[in-house]
């Protein structure tokens, strides 16, 4: 069983379990028009063993290769078992466990490659998982995050301080997170940040371990 952390955290694996069955329509247009090459052009040379926090219905799956050995974690039970489904169909050999981004289960340095996309967004603490991430990086290992972020246009940023309660209690996830300032607080280094989509809204960090 999953040992969950606190009240939100607890709240927001709720929240993905409760709008798991519709999450993927609900995402279909914007994952057609500009998710899906985002995530083909990040993911699909990866080798190694790779981390995926927050893999939720298994989005990125059909995009790593076979070599790459991957472990895929959620804290949502219902999201995860849709990856676990959409991986069989597949015939992806991914291994899948219900687990807390906040608290990984994993010893230091263990992976080449720890993927979060569109997953910072939602976790309760970002920073505290961020340096889980960190601690289970390779050196010389890579971090890669696409997300969308707190805009440094005043006017987006107040359209998204506006909007956040909104998505924040139906969908569980923020649009107004500093992503940026989260991973350099963490002790992660950002290689480069890369500008993709709606000014700088959707961006995507690649990131070293820290000293």
Same mark, same amino acid.
């Given at each position: 069983m999953i040992q969950l952390l606190d009240k939100k955290t607890k709240k927001t694996g709720r929240v993905y379990d409760r709008i798991a069955p519709v999450y993927d329509k609900f995402e279909a247009f914007i994952e057609r028009k500009l998710f899906k090459n +985002?995530?083909? #052009?990040?993911? @699909?040379? +990866? #080798? &190694?063993? +790779?981390? @995926?926090?927050?893999?939720?219905? &298994? #989005?990125?799956?059909?995009y790593y290769t076979t070599e790459a050995k991957v472990i895929a974690i959620d804290i949502s039970p219902k999201m995860l078992e849709r990856a676990k489904n959409k991986a069989k169909k597949l015939g992806k050999d991914i291994e899948f466990h219900l687990m807390d981004a906040q608290e990984l289960k994993f010893k230091d340095n263990s992976f080449d490659f720890v993927i979060g996309t569109f997953v910072l967004c939602s976790i309760p603490n970002p920073i505290k998982a961020l340096k889980e991430v960190q601690r289970v990086l390779k050196k010389g290992g890579k971090a890669i995050f696409l997300e969308h972020v707190l805009s440094k246009n005043k006017l987006i940023a107040l359209l998204e301080h506006l909007h956040n309660p909104i998505t924040s209690g139906l969908f569980g996830f923020n649009v107004n997170r500093n992503t940026r300032k989260n991973i350099l607080n963490a002790g992660i280094n950002i290689v480069s940040d890369e500008e993709l989509a709606f000014f700088d809204v959707f961006r995507k960090f690649t990131c070293t371990k820290g000293g």
């Amino acid at each position: 069983m999953i040992q969950l952390l606190d009240k939100k955290t607890k709240k927001t694996g709720r929240v993905y379990d409760r709008i798991a069955p519709v999450y993927d329509k609900f995402e279909a247009f914007i994952e057609r028009k500009l998710f899906k090459n +985002l995530r083909q #052009k990040s993911l @699909e040379n +990866l #080798k &190694g063993q +790779l981390l @995926e926090i927050g893999v939720g219905t &298994g #989005k990125n799956l059909q995009y790593y290769t076979t070599e790459a050995k991957v472990i895929a974690i959620d804290i949502s039970p219902k999201m995860l078992e849709r990856a676990k489904n959409k991986a069989k169909k597949l015939g992806k050999d991914i291994e899948f466990h219900l687990m807390d981004a906040q608290e990984l289960k994993f010893k230091d340095n263990s992976f080449d490659f720890v993927i979060g996309t569109f997953v910072l967004c939602s976790i309760p603490n970002p920073i505290k998982a961020l340096k889980e991430v960190q601690r289970v990086l390779k050196k010389g290992g890579k971090a890669i995050f696409l997300e969308h972020v707190l805009s440094k246009n005043k006017l987006i940023a107040l359209l998204e301080h506006l909007h956040n309660p909104i998505t924040s209690g139906l969908f569980g996830f923020n649009v107004n997170r500093n992503t940026r300032k989260n991973i350099l607080n963490a002790g992660i280094n950002i290689v480069s940040d890369e500008e993709l989509a709606f000014f700088d809204v959707f961006r995507k960090f690649t990131c070293t371990k820290g000293g």
